[in-house]
Every structure is written in structure tokens, then in C-alpha cells.
């Protein structure tokens, strides 16, 4: 499920989930000792899964910010590495949510900082999808890699430049992201903030140097792609507007070589 679509979700009442999604240890206790007045071990009650996303209480707790949950499970020895069933990890939801603290924590119990989803995406895409830049930052240290291509070949930077995420941006071309890098479509970051309208982004992007030649793979450059003036206008007021330059990439190449 792409992090494009997918919508928080709410628990049952009266479940362990629940109990993690509202913050109540109290609660989780009680399950715990539920549990094992049945003969399940309280790693089975606070490890188990809920039947939509697959879901365990360490997912809900950190996808609703419950820090105090949090330390509790990981505590407990949970598996802070486990995956929904769409490989979604618990560093996934806190990262979109802006949980810098509870990220924090998690990489303290040294979990993975860069487990890809079903779809190819790390935390650090999850985090730029939204604009989170302490918490680009924070997985950066950790030893995510910058510039991680999911399945079809976006880097964190292109979800930050597609989503009109300027700080993210900013924070992503400081950290060494490549600027200019492609999409399995050829797109670059500059090709999708204009698809997209994002004018605050393409100005940026544009400042720290990004090519307005490169072609994608259906021939574009980024200014063919603008569905408005205002970001044609942007591209053109900008210094070294290279909209009258020869292209440059793939596409290009074969242009080139077609009209000897």
C-alpha cells in the first residue's frame, strides 16, 4: 500500500490496539496478564496482530504518537523491526507522522533505519513525503541512505519535490541528495514539482542547481511539464534559464541521433 494512499487506521475497542492506540498502559497490562492466565507468553499478546493491516501494538502506538507506549513495548523486547503486511515498519508510521521523539527511540533500540516497504520505500521517502526534515535528519545520522530508489526508481527527494515539500527539500540537497536523479520514467525532482504546481519548490530546487534540459523518457523537459504560467514564469525568470539550451539525457541522445 503506497504511502500516497494509506490513511490511519483506528482500533477495536477493548483490544490490545486499542490500549496502544489511546496511550493506556493500565490496559495493556491487563491484556498481558490475560493472556498469560491462558499460557500465552506476554510477548504473544503485545506482538500480536490486528486483521485489516496486520498491524502489531508497537504500529498503533507509533503512528498515534504514544511515546510512553512506546518505551513500554520496547521495554518488553518487542520486535521493533516487524513489518505490517505490507512490510510497513514502525519507523515507516512515525516518520510520517513527525514523531521525532518516538524515532528517536526506536533507533536507540536500534532498529533498522532503512527497511523498504512493498512498494520499495524507506522510512526516509515516508518522513519527505511529508515534509519532515528533523526527521530526514535524525535517519540520516542513523545510516539511512539519502538517495534510496523504491520500485519505480523515486528517491525520497522526488516524493519531497512531487509533494511541494520545501524544507524537506532543502534538508535532502544539504545531505548530498542528487538533484537531477531519475525516476524509472526519467523524471527528475524539478520535472515533478512542476507537474505538480509546486512553485515555492521548483524555485528552490532551481537555486540549488538543478537542470531544466534534462529529458524524460517521453521526451519532456521540465518546462513542457508546468500546468501554469506562474511556474513556466518561475523557470524563465530565474538566472541561467536553460530553456532555449539543447536537451540533455536519454531521450535527448536518441533525438540527437534520429535527426543525423
Not at 477495536?12 to 500465552?40: Q, S
Not at 510497513?88 to 527511540?105: K, R
Not at 540520516?140 to 524537506?168: C, F, M, Q, V
Amino acid at each position: 500500500m503506497s504511502v500516497e494512499v494509506r490513511a490511519k487506521t483506528r482500533s477495536k475497542p477493548n483490544t490490545v490496539h486499542y490500549a496502544a492506540e489511546t496511550g493506556d498502559i493500565k490496559l495493556l497490562e491487563h491484556f498481558v496478564r490475560e493472556g498469560m492466565a491462558i499460557g500465552n507468553p506476554e510477548s504473544v499478546t503485545l506482538q500480536s496482530r490486528e486483521d485489516v493491516l496486520g498491524m502489531m501494538p508497537l504500529h498503533v502506538a507509533c503512528e498515534n504518537g504514544e511515546l510512553e507506549v512506546v518505551e513500554f513495548l520496547v521495554k518488553k523486547r518487542v520486535d521493533v523491526d516487524a513489518g505490517d503486511n505490507f512490510k510497513v515498519t514502525a519507523l515507516h508510521l512515525a516518520s510520517i507522522e513527525n514523531h521525532a521523539d518516538i524515532v528517536e527511540v526506536l533507533l536507540k533500540a536500534r532498529a533498522d533505519p532503512k527497511p523498504a516497504d512493498v512498494e520499495g520505500d524507506l522510512p526516509i521517502h515516508w518522513a519527505a513525503t511529508k515534509g519532515h526534515s528533523l526527521v530526514i535528519e535524525l535517519l540520516a545520522r542513523k545510516g539511512s541512505p539519502i538517495d534510496p530508489p523504491n520500485k519505480k526508481g523515486w528517491t525520497p527527494l522526488h516524493r519531497a519535490a512531487y509533494n511541494g515539500r520545501k524544507e524537506a527539500t532543502l534538508a535532502l540537497i544539504k545531505l548530498g541528495a542528487k538533484i537531477s536523479g531519475t525516476t524509472s520514467d526519467g523524471n527528475t525532482p524539478l520535472h515533478l514539482a512542476c507537474f505538480m504546481n509546486q512553485l515555492g519548490t521548483i524555485e528552490k530546487l532551481c537555486q540549488a542547481g538543478a537542470s531544466q534540459r534534462l529529458l524524460n523518457k517521453s521526451g519532456q523537459r521540465p518546462i513542457d511539464l508546468c500546468i501554469t504560467d506562474a511556474a513556466r514564469d518561475i523557470l524563465k525568470s530565474l538566472q541561467g534559464f536553460e530553456g532555449d539550451e539543447p536537451a540533455e539525457g536519454p531521450a535527448a541522445q536518441g533525438a540527437h541521433a534520429a535527426a543525423k
